[in-house]
């Protein structure tokens, strides 16, 4: 079983800056938290329903950035997935919320990971929704296409849970 998340709550992330993301980036230098693309649409953003904010970045479509509480502090980490094409009949599910997509809606999301190691080239992944709404899917915010999410007898409590635990695994590798 995954360890709960260090800081879990349910009440969903706090709202932050432009200048804490760019402040928070674990896995890249400082000149390339200050040149990445932060989305502009914050203050808009549904932060009670959010365990992690996710974004595309529109100017290296290879590119996506996850920023969240772990460990009691504000943490980023750049990620890299491929733009190859699935076939279309193909469908794959999501590691950290179990929302299966077709096609391109699951990537597998590489960090370098933080501190020597990084520096050394050893990264870390995870499949996980391409378009980064894990949290919107697992509270029903967002829906997935037809058969995206299997019934299950959690509690929408109980799925934010595991959704938290697998991103703070996740968390906890980049770190190791």
Known sequence: MTPPRAAASFDGMKAVTEQDIRGSFVNCSKGEAKRLTVPRDLAERPWEDLDFLGWLDQAAPDRSYLVTEYEGRLVG?????????RAFLQRSMCSLCQTTHPGNGVSLMTARKAGPAGRESNSVGVYMCTDMACSLYVR??????VGGRFEETLTEAELIERTQ???????GRLFS
């Open 165 to 171: 635990g697998r991103l703070s695994a996740f968390l």
């Open 77 to 85: 980490v750049a990620l890299r997935f491929p733009a190859q094409q």
């Open 140 to 145: 029903g915010k967002k829906i997935p296409d």
